[in-house]
């Protein structure tokens, strides 16, 4: 089994709907969480950082972390056709951990319809 | 672009014959990453440097592997003798350590390696 699992998609909606991406994981060791966009043949862009538990919103981006549940959440909201690309999750343990090496999910596939 | 630069951005080879990737980190970080990643998954750890030391490689990076950072600054990772089975993306990225607790790693746009 993986540390991070996130469904792999595709999933398509129509321009202007709520996207809700999730991944879950098992290592409860894991302090630090990132989303991550990758457009086809690109290097990943940061979306969104957070720390421990809780929301943090940015534009037409919200970041949810449950550590209790082991779960992370990315809602886009007014979604658009330029929204769509793969959304990875990241995740590692305490930064001064010695390596602070990011743990991927496999992506999302998302598709906005005009 | 977040700073970090990568070359060449696709490389062809035939099996066997040996490459060697380049990475620019962002100027200040003094950490680098190296991650493969295949198609539809996700990002796998490699390697890392802080400054000039490789300080933890992954099982992934068989013999046949080896990346350098010889003045702290750029990091090139060399394959030999590819396979087939080396066709992915190579990504590398930068962090500064320990930094600011809204400081992560920055990515930059990869190398595509196609093995034939």
């Known amino acids: 089994q993986k540390e991070v699992e996130q469904d792999p998609g595709p999933l398509s909606v129509p321009e202007g709907a709520i996207v809700s991406l999730n991944c879950t994981y098992s290592?409860?060791?894991?302090?630090?969480f990132m989303w991550y966009r990758q457009y086809s043949r690109k290097g990943p862009e940061l979306l969104m950082y957070?720390?421990?538990?809780g929301n943090k919103e940015d534009g037409r981006f919200t970041a949810q972390v449950d550590k209790s549940s082991k779960y992370i959440s990315l809602f886009i909201r007014d979604s658009q056709p330029s929204d769509s690309a793969t959304y990875l999750c990241?995740?590692?343990?305490?930064?001064?951990?010695?390596?602070?090496?990011?743990?991927f999910g496999s992506g999302t596939r998302l598709l906005v319809r005009p | 672009d977040t700073g970090v630069s990568q070359d060449p951005r696709h490389k062809i080879t035939k099996r066997g014959q040996n490459v060697t990737f380049r990475c620019d980190p962002i100027?200040?970080?003094?950490?680098l990453y190296w991650y493969r990643q295949t198609l539809g998954q996700g990002p796998e750890f490699l390697t890392y440097?802080?400054?000039?030391?490789?300080?933890?490689k992954s099982r992934l990076l068989s013999d046949r592997f080896s990346a350098e950072r010889p003045k702290g600054s750029f990091s090139t990772l060399e394959i030999q003798r590819t396979e087939q089975g080396d066709s992915a993306m190579y990504l590398c990225?930068?962090?500064?350590?320990?930094?600011?607790?809204?400081?992560?790693?920055?990515f930059g746009p990869g190398t595509r390696l196609t093995v034939l």
């Open positions: 990241a995740m590692t343990a305490d930064r001064m951990d010695s390596s602070y090496k990011l743990i």
């Open positions: 100027s200040e970080h003094n950490r």
């Open positions: 990225a930068s962090y500064s350590w320990p930094g600011r607790s809204t400081d992560t790693q920055y």
């Open positions: 290592n409860s060791a894991f302090q630090y």
């Open positions: 957070t720390y421990s538990s």
């Open positions: 440097f802080q400054n000039e030391a490789q300080l933890e």
